[in-house]
């Protein structure tokens, strides 16, 4: 499975920015697909995850309620949709892709099988 995520860039506090993964080289039923991301000097944390065939999805709980991941089958690419920015949500985001696995064991940072390159958020305050 090849990712190409894309859609960062530089905002506002407050604004908001959807980032697009498009996955391609194989159907992703079976897959949980994901965002983590990483902040200059810290390690990489996950997001959000959906289960490709169920819809199901999970949160990490700094962006709940926030952020808003989805799948387009058609497009076979996913999206979060983060709103209500804050500067502390300034990272390198990265698509990632885990078969036959959950949206929690994804979120409890267990194997990834596939990473896309990085798109860097920025959140100015």
């Known amino acids: 499975v090849q990712l190409q995520a894309s859609g960062g860039g530089l905002v506002q506090a407050g604004g908001s920015l959807?980032?697009?993964?498009?996955?391609?080289?194989r159907t992703l039923s079976g897959y949980v697909m994901g965002w983590l991301r990483q902040a200059p000097g810290k390690e990489r944390e996950f997001v959000a995850a959906i289960n490709w065939s169920s819809?199901?999805?999970?949160?990490?709980?700094?962006?709940?309620?926030?952020?808003?991941?989805?799948?387009?089958n058609a497009k076979n690419t996913v999206y979060v949709q983060m709103n209500s920015l804050k500067?502390?949500?300034?990272?390198?985001?990265?698509?990632?892709?885990?078969?036959?696995?959950?949206?929690?064991?994804?979120?409890?940072?267990?194997?990834?099988?596939?990473?896309?390159?990085?798109?860097?958020?920025?959140?100015?305050?």
């Open 18 to 25: 959807r980032l697009s993964c498009a996955a391609s080289g």
């Open 55 to 72: 819809g199901i999805t999970y949160y990490a709980d700094s962006v709940k309620g926030r952020f808003t991941i989805s799948r387009d």
């Open 87 to 125: 500067p502390e949500d300034t990272a390198v985001y990265y698509c990632a892709a885990t078969y036959y696995t959950t949206t929690q064991a994804m979120g409890a940072g267990r194997r990834v099988d596939y990473w896309g390159k990085g798109t860097l958020v920025t959140v100015s305050s």
